[in-house]
């Protein structure tokens, strides 16, 4: 039997809170800088580096350098969607207070999944694009159809350069607050991209969570039948 023992040095690697907790964090795609990320995951900066230090040598997180300053991010898409996967199978953060519960009801309905578009919105915008027959959902990917070319073309949405992205285009990915998939890959990214270039969406502080403003109630409504309320 081919075994790799290696799987178990990340298992360990994400079991220990303050790690899931910085991981969880960064699932936004953005890179943090330490004292922000120590800061959110409830531990001192001194803590925040040992365990930066660990992610960045098992390959998990990334990092940046700007002068003297150092900023910290996911390492790919991959990570991310075992990160998501997990999170899908633990069970959820006890509600204590109306902050949290204002940012859990946010987080579940859109959110960033490290470059890509995920909770209901995410959900949404996939199940539009199939219906109208602009993808078609395989085992492991989505498919784009001719239709879906030309769609995605009007939109002003650059195919070639998604396809030439050192990445997967259309796989799956599951979402953790919907438990079903949403659209990955580096189509995933191209269409959020977009949607922040209409301003039809817009990122929070602090947050993977996404506002939808006016602009993206009507387009989202108009062009994917998606209605906000």
Known sequence: MNVNPNVAKIATLVSESSRAAILTVLLDGRFHPV???????GIKPQTASFHLTKMMNA??????KQGRHR???????????????LLSLAPPVEVRSLKQATEDKQIR??????????????IQLKDSLIERGFLLEEQNEFLVTEEGHEFFKKLQIDMGKARKKRRSFSPKCL????????????????????LLELNWIQRLP????????????????????????
């Open 35 to 41: 004292n922000e990320l120590a800061y959110m995951a």
């Open 59 to 64: 390959n998990v997180v990334a990092v940046e």
């Open 71 to 85: 900023y910290y991010g996911i390492l790919n898409e991959e990570v991310a969607q075992v990160m998501e996967s």
């Open 109 to 122: 309905f859109a959110r960033t999944c490290y470059d890509h578009l995920a909770g209901n919105l995410g």
């Open 175 to 194: 979402d953790w607050s919907e438990r079903r998939h949403h659209l990955a890959g580096s189509l995933g990214n191209v269409i959020l991209e977009r």
């Open 206 to 229: 602090n947050t993977r969570a996404i506002k939808i403003t006016s602009e993206g109630k009507r387009g989202l409504k108009e062009i994917f039948s998606i209605d906000i309320s």
